[in-house]
């Protein structure tokens, strides 16, 4: 299939290496103002995507995210990121990338050429119809992304790309597809840099409003979030104050006892039952 490579069109820019230090950071900054108005565009296919992983993980479904390079390091990074801020066990959403663990602090030779892995590793973690699969390409031509959307497809499993050419090799296999179309990159073919925001971008959006909806945010605060550090303890701490006017004290103590400020705030209001 003959689609256009956007990502690889040459800069708008050139001659870098002859620009000041400001003019390059200006020109970078000019550039990256236009990715959230590129993700803006994508809003009602990302709609579609948490719907389905919302009503899939009510049931006890899982989000599994795979991609290469930096598209697999921001999807294993979304993924870390979830048991922290949102308490959720990290079953919940897995990231795969080409290569496994290694490759995201070192390039694997080949490893995003092979159509099958992907699909292996999957299996692997037992995944099924109760699942999702988000395929993350920033190109879209990725076979290791290719070959597992098309199998989950066949498996009747939601699908999902996420990639910044129109029309692409990779969007082709998957259900809903998601595709920011962010232009050429200040570094002609550099895909770290506009693409990999509008991901990171997308991602955030993904699993923030699905935890949002799963229960996992009071209000507007984190109220599940791991207390694995003194930051977040004396952050959880302030939130029990304000919501049960307690003194830091006596805030900090039900934290610590409870676990999670969550955990905390409904046992104080079972208590005064």
């Known amino acids: 299939m003959s689609f256009t490579k956007i990502t690889?069109?040459?800069s708008l820019y050139d001659n870098l290496e002859q620009k000041s230090v400001l003019e390059i950071l200006t020109e970078i900054n000019q550039e990256d103002q236009k990715v959230a108005l590129a993700v803006q565009k994508t809003i009602p296919e990302i709609e579609k995507l948490v719907t389905g992983i919302v009503a899939r993980m009510q049931r006890g479904g899982r989000l599994f995210y795979i991609g290469a390079?930096?598209?697999?390091?921001?999807?294993?990074?979304?993924?870390?990121?979830?048991?922290?801020?949102?308490?959720?066990?990290?079953t919940y959403v897995i990231g795969l990338i080409a290569g496994g663990d290694v490759a995201l602090r070192n390039p694997v030779e080949a490893a995003?050429?092979?159509?099958?892995?992907?699909?292996?590793?999957?299996?692997?973690?037992?995944?099924?119809?109760?699942?999702?699969?988000?395929?993350?390409?920033?190109?879209?031509t990725t076979p290791y992304v290719i070959g597992a959307l098309r199998r989950a497809r066949?498996?009747?499993?939601?699908?999902?790309?996420?990639?910044?050419?129109?029309?692409?090799?990779?969007?082709?296999?998957?259900?809903?597809?998601?595709?920011?179309?962010?232009?050429?990159?200040?570094?002609?073919?550099?895909?770290?840099?506009?693409?990999?925001?509008a991901q990171k971008m997308v991602l955030n959006m993904i699993t923030t409003s699905t935890m949002i909806k799963l229960g996992r945010v009071k209000g507007n605060r984190m109220v599940n979030m791991q207390l694995t550090n003194q930051k977040l303890v004396d952050r959880g701490t302030r939130m029990i104050v304000d919501e049960l006017g307690l003194s830091y004290e006596q805030a900090k103590n039900l934290l610590l006892l409870h676990g999670s400020v969550k955990n905390a705030i409904n046992s104080y209001h079972s208590k005064k039952e």
């Open 8 to 10: 690889e069109q040459s």
């Open 69 to 90: 390079g930096t598209s697999g390091r921001l999807g294993v990074l979304d993924a870390s990121e979830i048991p922290p801020t949102f308490g959720m066990p990290d």
């Open 112 to 140: 995003e050429d092979n159509l099958e892995k992907a699909w292996e590793e999957l299996i692997a973690h037992k995944i099924d119809q109760n699942d999702v699969l988000v395929g993350i390409a920033a190109s879209g």
């Open 154 to 197: 066949e498996k009747g499993i939601l699908t999902a790309a996420i990639c910044c050419n129109p029309d692409s090799p990779v969007a082709a296999e998957a259900e809903i597809k998601i595709e920011p179309i962010v232009g050429p990159e200040y570094v002609t073919g550099s895909t770290r840099m506009k693409a990999g925001t």
